[in-house]
Protein backbone atom coordinates (compact mmCIF):
# COMPACT_ATOMS: atom_id res chain seq x y z
CA UNK A 1 0.00 0.00 0.00
CA UNK A 2 1.87 3.26 -1.41
CA UNK A 3 1.14 6.18 0.40
CA UNK A 4 -1.16 8.15 -1.58
CA UNK A 5 0.34 11.48 -2.53
CA UNK A 6 -2.04 12.59 -4.59
CA UNK A 7 -4.29 12.82 -2.00
CA UNK A 8 -2.37 14.54 0.57
CA UNK A 9 -1.07 17.06 -1.89
CA UNK A 10 -4.77 18.19 -3.16
CA UNK A 11 -5.48 18.51 0.77
CA UNK A 12 -2.50 20.38 1.29
CA UNK A 13 -3.27 22.44 -1.19
CA UNK A 14 -6.45 23.60 -0.41
CA UNK A 15 -4.97 24.21 3.11
CA UNK A 16 -2.57 26.43 1.86
CA UNK A 17 -5.27 28.69 0.39
CA UNK A 18 -6.54 29.40 3.72
CA UNK A 19 -5.42 31.91 5.92
CA UNK A 20 -3.25 29.67 9.17
CA UNK A 21 -5.90 30.77 11.60
CA UNK A 22 -8.46 29.05 9.31
CA UNK A 23 -6.39 25.80 8.32
CA UNK A 24 -7.46 23.87 12.24
CA UNK A 25 -11.25 24.66 11.16
CA UNK A 26 -10.88 22.88 7.45
CA UNK A 27 -12.32 19.40 6.74
CA UNK A 28 -8.75 18.96 4.90
CA UNK A 29 -6.78 19.16 8.02
CA UNK A 30 -9.00 15.75 9.43
CA UNK A 31 -7.73 14.08 5.82
CA UNK A 32 -4.19 14.68 6.24
CA UNK A 33 -4.29 13.67 10.30
CA UNK A 34 -6.29 10.37 8.66
CA UNK A 35 -4.00 9.58 5.96
CA UNK A 36 -1.12 10.32 8.20
CA UNK A 37 -2.30 7.63 10.67
CA UNK A 38 -3.17 5.08 8.58
CA UNK A 39 0.40 5.22 6.59
CA UNK A 40 2.50 6.44 9.76
CA UNK A 41 3.27 2.63 10.79
CA UNK A 42 4.36 1.70 7.44
CA UNK A 43 6.75 4.60 7.11
CA UNK A 44 8.19 4.40 10.44
CA UNK A 45 7.86 -0.10 10.35
CA UNK A 46 11.95 -0.02 10.61
CA UNK A 47 12.05 1.77 13.93
CA UNK A 48 10.03 -0.82 15.43
CA UNK A 49 8.29 1.67 17.92
CA UNK A 50 4.70 0.43 19.74
CA UNK A 51 1.84 1.90 17.96
CA UNK A 52 0.93 4.46 20.84
CA UNK A 53 4.19 5.77 20.09
CA UNK A 54 4.02 6.26 16.22
CA UNK A 55 0.10 7.65 16.54
CA UNK A 56 2.29 10.44 19.10
CA UNK A 57 4.60 11.12 16.54
CA UNK A 58 2.19 11.64 13.77
CA UNK A 59 0.43 13.79 15.76
CA UNK A 60 2.64 16.17 17.16
CA UNK A 61 4.33 16.38 14.05
CA UNK A 62 0.78 17.25 11.86
CA UNK A 63 -0.12 19.71 14.78
CA UNK A 64 3.35 21.09 14.93
CA UNK A 65 4.31 21.68 11.77
CA UNK A 66 1.31 22.04 9.80
CA UNK A 67 1.74 25.31 8.55
CA UNK A 68 5.27 24.17 6.98
CA UNK A 69 3.40 20.57 5.84
CA UNK A 70 0.84 22.64 3.68
CA UNK A 71 3.78 25.26 2.29
CA UNK A 72 5.88 22.82 0.96
CA UNK A 73 6.44 22.26 -2.68
CA UNK A 74 5.72 18.81 -2.64
CA UNK A 75 4.10 17.90 0.76
CA UNK A 76 3.66 14.23 1.21
CA UNK A 77 7.79 13.15 0.66
CA UNK A 78 8.27 16.45 2.68
CA UNK A 79 5.72 14.97 5.57
CA UNK A 80 7.84 11.57 5.09
CA UNK A 81 10.69 13.25 6.13
CA UNK A 82 9.81 14.80 8.38
CA UNK A 83 7.90 11.92 10.63
CA UNK A 84 11.21 10.12 9.55
CA UNK A 85 13.74 12.72 11.52
CA UNK A 86 11.44 13.02 14.15
CA UNK A 87 11.13 8.61 14.91
CA UNK A 88 15.04 8.85 14.47
CA UNK A 89 15.47 11.85 17.11
CA UNK A 90 12.91 9.74 19.34
CA UNK A 91 14.75 6.49 19.03
CA UNK A 92 18.04 8.55 19.84
CA UNK A 93 16.55 10.37 22.52
CA UNK A 94 17.74 9.15 26.41
CA UNK A 95 15.13 6.88 27.94
CA UNK A 96 15.45 9.44 30.82
CA UNK A 97 15.85 12.89 28.75
CA UNK A 98 12.63 14.21 30.34
CA UNK A 99 10.76 13.14 33.29
CA UNK A 100 7.12 13.39 33.72
CA UNK A 101 6.74 16.17 36.73
CA UNK A 102 4.41 14.60 39.66
CA UNK A 103 0.78 15.55 38.97
CA UNK A 104 -1.28 17.84 41.51
CA UNK A 105 -3.87 15.98 43.53
CA UNK A 106 -7.09 17.80 42.90
CA UNK A 107 -9.81 17.62 45.52
CA UNK A 108 -12.55 19.60 42.34
CA UNK A 109 -12.95 23.37 41.82
CA UNK A 110 -11.36 25.28 44.19
CA UNK A 111 -9.58 28.66 44.67
CA UNK A 112 -6.20 27.02 43.64
CA UNK A 113 -7.82 26.09 40.18
CA UNK A 114 -8.79 30.27 40.27
CA UNK A 115 -5.27 30.54 40.17
CA UNK A 116 -4.43 28.38 38.14
CA UNK A 117 -6.30 30.36 35.63
CA UNK A 118 -4.94 33.57 36.58
CA UNK A 119 -1.34 31.87 35.98
CA UNK A 120 -2.12 30.10 32.86
CA UNK A 121 -3.33 33.52 31.63
CA UNK A 122 -0.05 34.96 32.46
CA UNK A 123 2.10 32.80 30.95
CA UNK A 124 -0.49 31.79 28.08
CA UNK A 125 1.55 34.26 25.03
CA UNK A 126 4.92 31.86 25.91
CA UNK A 127 3.05 28.42 25.47
CA UNK A 128 2.75 26.50 22.36
CA UNK A 129 -0.82 25.82 20.80
CA UNK A 130 -1.08 22.42 22.22
CA UNK A 131 0.61 22.89 25.32
CA UNK A 132 -2.22 25.81 26.07
CA UNK A 133 -5.38 23.50 25.45
CA UNK A 134 -2.63 21.31 28.05
CA UNK A 135 -2.61 23.60 30.85
CA UNK A 136 -5.94 25.21 30.52
CA UNK A 137 -7.67 21.59 30.63
CA UNK A 138 -5.39 20.66 34.30
CA UNK A 139 -6.23 24.40 35.67
CA UNK A 140 -10.33 23.28 34.84
CA UNK A 141 -9.22 19.94 37.10
CA UNK A 142 -9.27 17.34 34.56
CA UNK A 143 -6.50 14.64 35.09
CA UNK A 144 -3.76 13.97 32.74
CA UNK A 145 -5.49 10.16 31.25
CA UNK A 146 -8.89 12.45 30.77
CA UNK A 147 -6.76 15.04 28.78
CA UNK A 148 -4.98 12.32 26.91
CA UNK A 149 -8.32 10.23 26.01
CA UNK A 150 -9.10 13.70 24.54
CA UNK A 151 -6.41 14.86 22.80
CA UNK A 152 -6.05 11.40 21.23
CA UNK A 153 -2.68 10.79 22.21
CA UNK A 154 -1.05 8.94 25.59
CA UNK A 155 -0.54 10.03 28.83
CA UNK A 156 3.37 9.81 28.62
CA UNK A 157 2.87 12.24 26.17
CA UNK A 158 0.80 14.39 27.94
CA UNK A 159 3.58 14.32 30.94
CA UNK A 160 5.81 14.81 28.54
CA UNK A 161 4.63 18.34 27.62
CA UNK A 162 3.66 19.80 30.47
CA UNK A 163 7.54 18.86 31.77
CA UNK A 164 9.34 20.90 28.50
CA UNK A 165 6.70 23.65 29.09
CA UNK A 166 7.14 24.16 32.42
CA UNK A 167 11.11 23.93 32.09
CA UNK A 168 11.00 26.31 29.19
CA UNK A 169 8.53 28.90 31.26
CA UNK A 170 11.61 28.43 33.86
CA UNK A 171 14.11 29.06 31.92
CA UNK A 172 12.26 32.29 30.67
CA UNK A 173 12.01 33.35 34.50
CA UNK A 174 8.59 32.37 34.67
CA UNK A 175 7.94 30.98 38.17
Excluded: C
Amino acid sequence: MGFPSEEWNAAARRLAGLEPAARWKSEDVKVLYRLALAHGPTILARFQLDTSRVHDLVADLVSVKLDQLVEAEVPAPYFLAALGKAATSWVRRPAAAVAPEPEIERAGPSDASAEAKVELERVSGRLKRDELEIFAALAAGEDRDAIASALGTSRANIDQKVSRARKRLREEGFE
